[in-house]
């Protein structure tokens, strides 16, 4: 079917139109992407609610840039994946999800840790690794879960003795790019690393009942993987 010069040329003119905004669509995408590496914020703000001092870290005397190329590997290159995961965005089973998600950001954490030009004193770094190690250790072993108070009949999702509902459902509100999205999100790593520090290693909150990993990922598994 042939069209007439002024439909055709509409017509030209549509599809041009159409792929010139597609290509902007695939360059934004890839801005909001390299837009993650907000290290020189992200850090500072992960660092703060561990409080490993009375005088806030002072990381305007660390050199950020010589650390950048490694957190960038290790951390913000994930940093899609791990919400993903973490929020559950792609429906797949809940659990598995959520300690895939918790796996891959505490291994990006402990690369991150690695990073000793990063730290701008002793006791900051010592407080990021304690927390770190912690939280790995808690999501290796199994100690994710999910379900009801049996006194409040309120949904709980616990890491360890941690009751972190609320602060999983901020990781929902997180969207990369802006220098508040990066801020934003290291608070709530921050807050969720000083969670699990001060009560992850108490008992399982009442309620919670072991979760037999292997099954779960026989039954509901699919692609998802540590």
């Given at each position: 079917m042939k069209?007439?010069?002024?439909?055709?040329g509409y017509l030209?003119?549509?599809v041009?139109?159409?792929?010139?905004?597609?290509s902007?669509?695939?360059?934004?995408a890839?801005t909001?992407?390299a837009a993650?590496?907000?290290?020189?914020?992200l850090?500072?703000?992960i660092?703060g609610?561990?409080k490993p001092?009375e005088e806030p870290?002072?990381?305007?005397?660390?050199?950020?840039?010589?650390?950048?190329s490694?957190?960038?590997?290790?951390l913000?290159a994930n940093?899609?994946?791990?919400?993903?995961?973490?929020?559950?965005?792609?429906q797949?089973d809940y659990l598995?999800?959520?300690?895939?998600g918790?796996?891959?950001l505490?291994q990006?954490?402990e690369?991150v840790?690695?990073?000793?030009d990063?730290?701008?004193?002793e006791l900051?770094e010592?407080a990021f690794k304690?927390?770190?190690s912690q939280?790995r250790q808690?999501v290796?072993a199994?100690?994710v879960n999910?379900?009801?108070?049996?006194f409040?009949?309120n949904e709980?999702t616990?890491?360890?003795?941690?009751?972190v509902?609320k602060?999983?459902?901020k990781?929902?509100?997180?969207?990369?790019?802006a220098?508040?999205?990066?801020?934003k999100?290291?608070?709530?790593?921050?807050?969720?690393?000083?969670e699990?520090?001060e009560?992850?290693?108490?008992?399982?909150?009442a309620?919670?009942v072991p979760v037999?990993?292997?099954?779960?990922?026989a039954?509901?598994?699919?692609?998802?993987?540590l």
């Open positions: 069209l007439g010069g002024t439909a055709g030209w003119k549509a041009g139109m159409s792929l010139y905004i597609l902007g669509l695939a360059e934004d890839g909001v992407e993650w590496p907000q290290i020189p914020i850090l500072p703000s660092v609610p561990l001092s870290p002072r990381f305007e005397d660390v050199k950020l840039s010589t650390c950048v490694r957190l960038q590997a290790a913000s940093i899609t994946r791990i919400l993903d995961l973490v929020t559950n965005r792609l797949r598995l999800s959520l300690r895939a918790l796996h891959h505490s990006s954490l690369s840790a690695l990073a000793n990063c730290w701008p004193d900051t010592q304690t927390a770190v939280m808690l290796d199994g100690r999910a379900g009801y108070c049996p409040t009949g709980q616990t890491l360890g003795g941690s009751e509902s602060l999983l459902r990781f929902a509100k997180v969207r990369p790019g220098k508040k999205e990066a801020r999100l290291g608070r709530v790593i921050g807050k969720l690393l000083r699990v520090q009560t992850g290693n108490g008992p399982d909150p309620g919670a037999d990993w292997e099954m779960r990922a039954m509901f598994g699919g692609s998802i993987e």
